[in-house]
């Protein structure tokens, strides 16, 4: 009996052994996906980049721009968080601040409304001269039809909720990708603090910026771009 005990003490250590051993497989996988783990950017590349994220209408519903804006402050890439509204004015100060030298790559990220805005300030920083390197559009409300366009632009939406995938115009130059994150338990007013989406976010915006050395080039359309009608005030604002 007793080298029977010995033989299924030493198994059941062996399984749990195994077990052990597959975990470990399995939480090395999740630390080196692309998807949630990226070499952080240079400290030069950081600090020449300006990251604008607009939040929704009433600055309460999208509060999980401001934990990816401290995220991205603590990589020390400076951030302004400001409601969708502000869109045009934050474009010009975008423009003055790329002119003067002290902003080489802008990135923006919008939710709800302020995603719905993100075509309207991509177009105005392009009218200006002033490239956008990446555009993060969280569940847009509204059809947005991209005219003009960043290097690249992610729209992600919740395709059985209210959001709305982007559309390209004819002759849309820049890469365009709809996600459709339907059937991941997240919600229209949750996106933007999901912390799945947020570090989607982060590392999108931290590989753009190590690709940033080719800086992008101001997307113009023939005869000059004009600036597409803001979508607050040709729509009520939902959030």
């Given at each position: 009996?007793?080298?029977?005990?010995?033989?299924?003490?030493?198994?059941?250590?062996?399984?749990?052994?195994?077990?052990?051993?597959?975990?470990?497989?399995?939480?090395?996988?999740?630390?080196?996906?692309?998807?949630?783990?990226?070499?952080?950017?240079?400290?030069?590349?950081?600090?020449?980049?300006?990251?604008?994220?607009?939040?929704?209408?009433?600055?309460?519903?999208?509060?999980?721009?401001?934990?990816?804006?401290?995220?991205?402050?603590?990589?020390?890439?400076?951030?302004?968080?400001?409601?969708?509204?502000?869109?045009?004015?934050?474009?010009?100060?975008?423009?003055?601040?790329?002119?003067?030298?002290?902003?080489?790559?802008?990135?923006?990220?919008?939710?709800?409304?302020?995603?719905?805005?993100?075509?309207?300030?991509?177009?105005?920083?392009?009218?200006?001269?002033?490239?956008?390197?990446?555009?993060?559009?969280?569940?847009?409300?509204?059809?947005?039809?991209?005219?003009t366009g960043a290097e690249r632009y992610i729209n992600i939406y919740i395709g059985d909720g209210p959001g709305e995938p982007v559309r390209a115009?004819?002759?849309?130059?820049?890469?365009?990708?709809?996600?459709?994150?339907?059937?991941?338990?997240?919600?229209?007013?949750?996106?933007?603090?999901?912390?799945?989406?947020?570090?989607?976010?982060?590392?999108?915006?931290?590989?753009?910026?190590?690709?940033?050395?080719?800086?992008?080039?101001?997307?113009?359309?023939?005869?000059?771009?004009?600036?597409?009608?803001?979508?607050?005030?040709?729509?009520?604002?939902?959030?």
């Open positions: 009996m007793r080298p029977n005990g010995r033989h299924t003490a030493g198994a059941s250590q062996l399984s749990a052994l195994r077990v052990w051993a597959l975990g470990l497989l399995l939480l090395s996988a999740v630390a080196i996906s692309p998807s949630t783990a990226q070499a952080a950017p240079s400290q030069a590349a950081a600090a020449t980049t300006h990251v604008y994220l607009l939040r929704g209408v009433l600055n309460i519903f999208s509060l999980g721009l401001d934990t990816i804006g401290a995220r991205l402050q603590a990589q020390g890439i400076p951030v302004t968080v400001a409601n969708f509204v502000s869109w045009s004015s934050l474009a010009d100060e975008a423009a003055t601040a790329y002119r003067a030298g002290r902003i080489k790559t802008i990135i923006l990220v919008g939710h709800s409304s302020g995603a719905t805005a993100l075509p309207d300030m991509i177009a105005k920083l392009n009218q200006l001269g002033v490239p956008v390197k990446l555009a993060i559009g969280l569940d847009s409300v509204f059809k947005t039809k991209l005219s115009a004819q002759g849309l130059r820049g890469k365009l990708d709809n996600v459709d994150v339907r059937g991941t338990g997240v919600g229209h007013i949750s996106i933007d603090k999901n912390e799945a989406i947020q570090r989607r976010v982060i590392a999108e915006i931290d590989a753009a910026i190590m690709r940033s050395r080719v800086p992008a080039a101001p997307v113009a359309e023939p005869g000059g771009p004009r600036p597409a009608r803001a979508a607050a005030a040709t729509a009520p604002a939902r959030n």
